[in-house]
């Protein structure tokens, strides 16, 4: 099983950028069509965002994130990021990343994940 380290979370205010990343090891994220969730207080983990192995195709859970954040895969650093721009308090939560699960079971161990929190 492959393990996940993300970073590059804070506190932040309403409308600033953030850009967070998850370094894999372990396992080669190019073998897998990879995502990133989050998961609000109170809330279950969701969706944010997924893109394939090769990068050709990209999906965001609503139209609100797909306006605001962008999804990108270095297969040659092993590394995800999320670049979130013009952050909203709604955004608040624990980021994580993990293979996408439309297309089986998750790949890696949960990592830590990391925080974003954001002030209105």
């Known amino acids: 099983q492959g393990q996940l380290d993300e970073s590059g979370g804070g506190l932040v205010q309403a409308g600033s950028s953030l850009r967070l990343s998850c370094a894999a090891s372990?396992?080669?994220?190019?073998?897998?069509?990879m995502a990133w969730y989050r998961q609000a207080p109170g809330k279950e983990r969701e969706i944010v965002a997924s893109?394939?192995?090769?990068?050709?195709?990209?999906?965001y859970a609503t139209y609100s994130v797909k306006h605001r954040f962008t999804i990108i895969r270095d297969n040659a650093k092993n590394t995800l990021y999320l670049q979130m721009n013009s952050l909203e308090p709604e955004d608040t939560a624990m980021y994580y990343c993990n293979s996408d699960y439309h297309n089986g079971p998750y790949y890696f161990n949960w990592g830590p994940g990391t925080q974003v929190t954001v002030s209105s």
């Open positions: 893109i394939s192995w090769s990068g050709a195709n990209i999906n």
């Open positions: 372990g396992r080669n994220i190019s073998d897998y069509n």
